[in-house]
């Protein structure tokens, strides 16, 4: 199962080697990771995307809540929360083919954020789902490059101390 | 107030009450070594090697109940800690250890005798630090210290550049300590658990406790006893557990696991309900877990979440520090009197005592463990190497207190046991210590007799000397058709020579009946003393359950 897993950690260096460290000593691939400071220049917040055993992921939690510099984590339930990543691609673009990919991008809610005269670079945000689509879209054109963030990922409302909106593995 | 890095360090040794630092000097620590020179209240203890710094430290720690403390440089000077780390580590020891590192410029460039000691040892570690200014020095390790000896207690690194031990800055001392925000430490356990946890256990008609490490930890040895004999359960202690439940006591049915005894194993496979304590149901204690305690419910007390449920499917998983849990118990669980279960364990313990066979003129290494117990009235601290004498020592000595058996349980580190002696003698002055050991092991950490020499301790050392590697070859001649690839180290030095040549004293015993003379002439002698006992090449530690195999499937020999 794909889970969705928030850290809250002390903006030290070496965190983050010590949080990704976890999943890589247990053979645990993780598919995207976001980290960005938050309201306090103190704290940062890690997105964590990751696939996999639920029991060994129950184990990687704890451990990760074991951290010293960690402060908190919650692995968000499905549907309640909003999530968001961002990508950047680079379009093989004969002037030709410009309108048709605008209209495609237009469609996306993506923004154009370079012209050149045999590319172009388009911004999309969104769900993974929706970068996705637009990928699919534009690979007939040709993507000469790609670029893209992690998730990052909010609770809905004002929940965040609510744990019907997180998987419980406090014992 | 102006200050130099190296004199914060001291400083900071001070306020937290550190008398006994166990290293080795190096290049970019020399600045923090000339400090030390005047700091006549800090005993520095100078190791032949950091790896022993680190077991010392370790074995000093589990002696005293306190942080122990070691200090290295930079480059190898640190690597050569890292399997003492991670002993204690494995172990939940509290450990301070401190590295040199080259200075700030430097770091990342192949620096001579750089080493990423913080990323080294990231695994290995409750957490790690490097200190990158001057200004930080006193709060980082008053922090270290404090996450070192809470909660699950274990080692925490700090790693020193030169240069900030050089800088001299105007310094203030912090007024409050620094902690870290995300740091819990689990106390007492919620009440609602703790009555579901009574109520398992009220309807209980076949318990069985299984207390480890955490009790010695926690201190939790008297309400241990208080709550076994409130509801009479019979009581298996692990290795790392042996002394938090009084070895004399009728409840004891002694260690569980591939060489425990026949009772514990089986008293798991008979239950009805396992009462874990500060254990954490490791491989070599379930045997395959597909056969362990089948018939019980599982109750789990554990400091850390993150132990619970790791091997095994938990019924209730308590999360609080075992001796505040076991006084929220012994105020809710009612007096259980013996009954029928009581009997059946009390037959196993009388038909199923632990033996060794007896072969005239040769002496029998669970004979000299015994005869050490004996002379020692069982008061003795006992560390031990890793492999067969780390089985009899734990089999044979009767640990009625805490705190007397030191050993490497987790990691499994031969070499541990002298230098772990070392440290528990200098953490303990009157006790009378013994490393038992066996004659591959010592020859880990032998060079440590200039050690204990110069530090005129009176350890003892009783090595059980089969000129085998032992428990592997043991292994080898019940699995491997008695291939003995690797095993045999005929090939050794005479001990007690050597002994001698370091200026400790050595006593070569080769027959049974001197055995006892030689262990009270080494406690009379007040100086360090290596007894090389000549025994039985082929003997086996037994009871074995057969790694794959469950607990029921035990071989008595």
């Known amino acids: 199962m794909k889970h969705t897993i928030s850290v809250i950690v002390e903006n030290k260096f070496g965190v983050l080697a010590r949080v990704s460290g976890l999943f890589s000593s247990r053979g645990y691939n993780i598919e995207s990771l976001a980290v960005g400071m938050t309201q306090d220049p103190k704290i940062s917040r890690m997105t964590i995307m990751v696939k996999g055993d639920d029991r060994i992921l129950e184990q990687v939690i704890k451990q990760l809540s074991k951290l010293i510099d960690v402060i908190e984590v919650k692995d968000f339930k499905q ?31 993506a923004k154009i954020v370079d012209i050149g005269h045999e590319s172009i670079i388009i911004q999309i945000t969104g769900s993974g789902e929706k970068v996705d689509a637009l990928v699919q879209l534009l690979e007939p054109f040709g993507i000469l490059e790609m670029a893209s963030t992690g998730m990052v990922a909010m609770l809905r409302g004002l929940t965040e101390r609510n744990n019907e909106n997180v998987h419980e593995y406090e014992t | 107030m102006k200050l130099s890095g190296a004199d914060i360090f001291i400083e900071c040794l001070r306020k937290e009450k550190v008398t006994t630092l166990f290293g080795y000097p190096g290049g970019v620590v020399i600045p923090i070594f000339d400090k030390l020179y005047d700091a006549h209240d800090i005993h520095f203890v100078l190791t032949r090697h950091e790896q022993a710094a680190a077991h010392a430290a370790d074995g000093y720690a589990r002696a005293t109940g306190k942080t122990g403390v070691c200090l290295a440089t930079s480059g190898p000077g640190s690597t050569n800690l890292v399997t003492g780390i991670a002993t204690a580590y494995m172990d939940s020891i509290p450990l301070v250890a401190f590295t040199g590192q080259v200075p700030m410029s430097l770091i990342g460039t192949d620096a001579f005798q750089e080493a990423d000691i913080t990323g080294i040892t990231r695994p290995i570690t409750k957490h790690n630090f490097l200190i990158s200014d001057t200004s930080k020095m006193a709060d980082i390790i008053c922090e270290a210290f404090y996450i070192a000896s809470t909660g699950r207690p274990g080692p925490v690194v700090v790693d020193i550049p030169k240069d900030v031990s ?190 060794y066979g007896d072969k005239p003129g040769v002496i029998k290494p669970q004979y000299v463990v015994e005869q050490i117990y004996e002379v020692t009235r069982g008061d003795a601290i006992i560390t031990t190497e890793v492999g067969q004498n780390q089985m009899w020592a734990a089999l044979y000595y009767k640990f009625n207190k805490p705190r007397r058996f030191i050993s490497s349980g987790g990691l499994g580190t031969m070499g541990y046991g002298f230098p772990a002696a070392i440290g528990a003698q200098i953490g303990q002055p009157d006790a009378t210590v013994f490393d038992i050991a066996g004659d591959g092991s010592f020859q880990m950490n032998i060079q440590e007799l200039a050690t204990a020499v110069e530090q005129k301790i009176p350890v003892n050392v009783a090595i059980l000397n ?25 090939c050794q030095p005479d001990f007690a020579k050597v002994a001698e040549a370091y200026g400790a004293c050595g006593i070569r015993v080769e027959n049974p009946a001197d055995v006892t003379d030689a262990i009270k002439e080494a406690i009379s002698i007040r100086r360090p003393v290596v007894l090389d006992f000549i025994v039985d090449r082929e003997e086996n530690v037994w009871p074995m359950v057969a790694p794959g195999a469950a607990l029921y499937d035990i071989m008595e020999g």
Request: glycine share 8%; net charge neutral.
């Open chain 1, 79 to 109: 549907g309640s929360y909003v999530g968001s990543e961002l990508a950047l691609l680079k379009i093989s673009c004969a002037s030709k083919n410009r309108t048709e990919i605008m209209e495609i991008a237009n469609v996306f809610q």
């Open chain 2, 166 to 355: 050089t800088t001299t800055i105007d310094f203030t001392w912090p007024e409050k300590p620094n902690r870290p925000i995300g740091y819990k430490v689990p106390h007492e356990a919620d009440a609602k658990i703790i009555k579901k946890t009574a109520d398992a256990i009220n309807a209980s008609e076949k318990p069985l406790i299984y207390a480890g490490g955490g009790i010695i930890i926690s201190g939790a040895h008297e309400e241990l006893l208080k709550f076994a004999e409130r509801i009479s359960s019979p009581v298996t202690t692990t290795l790392m557990g042996l002394g938090g439940f009084p070895a004399d006591n009728p409840l004891w049915v002694g260690m569980p696991g591939m060489h425990g005894t026949y009772t514990a194993n089986m008293a798991f496979s008979e239950c009805d309900l396992v009462i874990a304590i500060g254990s954490r149901f490791d491989d070599r204690v379930t045997g395959n877990i597909n056969g362990f305690a089948t018939k019980a419910q599982i109750i789990h007390i554990d400091m850390d979440p993150a132990a619970i449920a790791k091997n095994v499917e938990v019924d209730i998983p308590v999360v609080g520090d075992a001796k505040a849990v076991l006084n929220q118990l012994l105020a809710v669980v009612k007096e259980r009197k013996p009954n029928g279960w009581n009997t059946y364990i009390e037959e196993m313990k009388n038909s199923h005592p632990l033996t």
């Open chain 2, 466 to 490: 089969n000129r085998f590697l032992g428990m592997v070859r043991q292994w080898q001649e019940l699995f491997f058709n008695k291939r003995y690839s690797g095993t045999n180290i005929e």
